[in-house]
């Protein structure tokens, strides 16, 4: 697919579609994966300020990490609910310059371009601040086959692409999908 119909297909929730869950079994599974990645995200780094999620569906890992600034880009704008979010259907609308966590929970394997995608995160990122990615690999549930994914990604993979763009890999997580805490090498 092209950028255009990608961000047609996601604009309009039509990727949703393909789910074979109910919208209170999607909802509930969005929850509790929110749930668990920001207990990862408080006890690896403690509190944050400021929060941007790329990809943020609901706004619930926003919510749960609970930074007094939760930004979220979002295709479709009107699927966030949680109140208090400022909300931009692409990154490079986001006006502020820096974040002390920037996330993408499966949101990688969307995109056409995951090197420039993660290049872009990159430019979103304080410099004592955190980048946080999270994929499904062949082992998740359902496996990466259960969304129409353009990549699948596995851990040697993805930290080698993280380094190539100028990430340094702190943490690997499995939650049971693969999570990656990095921090932006200084001086890239």
């Not at 403690?46 to 609901?58: A, K, N, P, Q, T």
């Amino acid at each position: 697919m092209s950028d255009e119909e990608l961000d047609k297909s996601y604009g309009k929730g039509y990727y949703r579609l393909y789910l074979n869950m109910t919208d209170e079994e999607k909802d509930n599974d969005k929850m509790h994966r929110a749930k668990v990645d920001s207990k990862i995200i408080k006890e690896n780094l403690g509190g944050v300020e400021s929060h941007l999620d790329i990809g943020c569906s609901r706004g619930y890992l926003l919510d749960e990490v609970g930074a007094k600034l939760k930004v979220g880009v979002e295709s479709d704008t009107n699927n966030v609910t949680v109140p208090g979010i400022e909300v931009y259907s692409q990154m490079n609308q986001v006006p502020q310059k820096s974040f002390d966590l920037v996330t993408a929970i499966h949101t990688l394997e969307h995109v056409s371009d995951p090197k420039s995608f993660l290049k872009d995160m990159i430019k979103k990122v304080s410099d004592e601040g955190h980048i946080i990615i999270e994929v499904p690999t062949w082992k998740s549930p359902g496996g990466p086959l259960r969304l129409p994914h353009l990549y699948h990604f596995e851990p040697d993979v993805l930290k080698l692409m993280c380094r190539e763009v100028g990430l340094r890999v702190l943490e690997t997580k499995f939650t049971p999908h693969l999570l990656l805490i990095c921090k932006k090498v200084k001086n890239n």
